[in-house]
Nanobody, 125 residues
Framework: QVQLVESGGGLVQTGGSLRLSCVAS????????MAWFRQAPGKEREFLGSISWSYRMTYYADSVKGRVTISGDNAGNTVYLQMNSLKPEDTAVYYC??????????????????WGQGTQVTVSS
């Protein structure tokens, strides 16, 4: 069993940056693939990227590539989502997710077994 807790959301101005954190407890996150998703009002949940620490692999969705960096702190069981050049359309609830370690990019929310409660990010224009 894995518990995920996100933090770091808030109100940011257009063009600003934000770093979200996700602390995983229950298992060391090196044995999992960790991902970030977001869901805007009225829209489906969207994959942003993932990290598989043991494989040293990260993947990013084309929609955010170049503006988003996912990194991990194995000692702290924490994964981060750094977002730059934020736009109003980035406004959403951001979720951390986990699944047993996997090769390749897994972009569907049903590919992930564990979810955090989400953290709201609002980008003002």
């Amino acid at each position: 069993q894995v518990q995920l807790v996100e933090s770091g959301g808030g109100l940011v101005q257009t063009g600003g940056s934000l770093r979200l954190s996700c602390v995983a407890s229950g298992r060391t996150f090196s044995t999992y693939t960790m991902a970030w998703f977001r869901q805007a009002p009225g829209k489906e949940r969207e994959f942003l990227g993932s990290i598989s620490w043991s494989y040293r692999m990260t993947y990013y969705a084309d929609s955010v590539k170049g503006r988003v960096t996912i990194s991990g702190d194995n000692a702290g069981n924490t994964v981060y989502l750094q977002m730059n050049s934020l736009k109003p359309e980035d406004t959403a609830v951001y979720y951390c997710a986990a699944r047993p370690l996997a090769l390749g990019m897994r972009v569907l929310d049903r590919d992930y077994d564990y979810w955090g409660q989400g953290t709201q990010v609002t980008v003002s224009s």
